[in-house]
């Protein structure tokens, strides 16, 4: 039996809910049936913002390459972490959030309990082959009442969610194309990262993962 006559229909991907701790879960497979359009409107996006590789605070090159769409952005320089209306590469605003992430981010975050989520920002995140993202807390936003949503595309990833202290122990977990992350309230400020990326390849994005985080951030 092939997985057609399995699931019926192989247009209609399997969804299921796998809750982390108080606050946070994540929606396996969310993102699937409008995979087509997301990735249509991050190639939009990219052709307007090229992804880059912003400087840490402390002079650091970070590995994961950047890019924004939204009314704001996150950018790192040696000034520190800020969320900027204007992309520093080209002195224009961001690219305008495209409505397929729109919908997306909100009707995520309204499955995991949060209704009303409206992000401005999303973050675009590109891990290539031996790529991480160290752990750290998301915590530039002003109104931290409101969740994060995290959205895995191409290759898969072990996500670490820790604590609300960086030494807490952390779970990996791990995230697939199509899958979301939602983390807000009493979860919304722990410690998270990504660890090193395997080298392979996905049909989607070859061997490229990249994450859209959606927040709102003013
Ligand atoms: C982030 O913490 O900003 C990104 C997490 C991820 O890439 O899954
Ligand atoms: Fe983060």
């Known amino acids: 039996m092939n997985t057609a006559d399995l699931f019926g229909n192989v247009t209609s991907p399997v969804r299921w809910d796998e809750p982390l701790c108080d606050g946070a879960v994540v929606l396996r497979g969310f993102a699937l049936a409008d995979e087509t359009a997301l990735l249509h409107a991050l190639d939009a996006v990219v052709m307007q913002t090229p992804f880059r590789h912003l400087i840490t605070p402390g002079g650091f090159r970070m590995s994961v390459g950047m890019t924004n769409a939204g009314s704001l952005g996150w950018v790192s320089d040696r000034r520190g972490y800020r969320y900027d209306p204007v992309d520093p590469l080209s002195g224009k605003p961001w690219p305008g959030l495209p409505e397929a992430f729109l919908q997306l981010a909100t ?10 989520f409206v992000p401005d920002a999303c973050l675009i995140n590109r891990y ?10 998301d915590r530039d936003e002003h109104d931290l009442g409101q969740p994060i949503v995290s959205v895995s595309l191409g290759m898969p990833a072990v996500f670490l969610f820790g604590g609300r202290l960086r030494k807490d122990a952390q779970v990996r977990v791990p995230l697939a194309h199509g899958d979301v992350v939602v983390w807000g309230g009493p979860a919304r400020l722990r410690y998270h990262g990504v660890m090193p990326l395997k080298p392979g390849y996905h049909e989607a994005l070859g061997g490229v993962r990249i994450n859209l985080t959606f927040r709102k951030a003013g």
Do not use: D, I, M, N
Not at 107 to 116: D, E, I, K, L
């Open 107 to 116: 009707a995520a975050a309204a499955h995991a309990g949060f209704a009303g």
């Open 128 to 137: 290539e082959a031996g790529t991480r993202l160290s752990l750290h807390q």
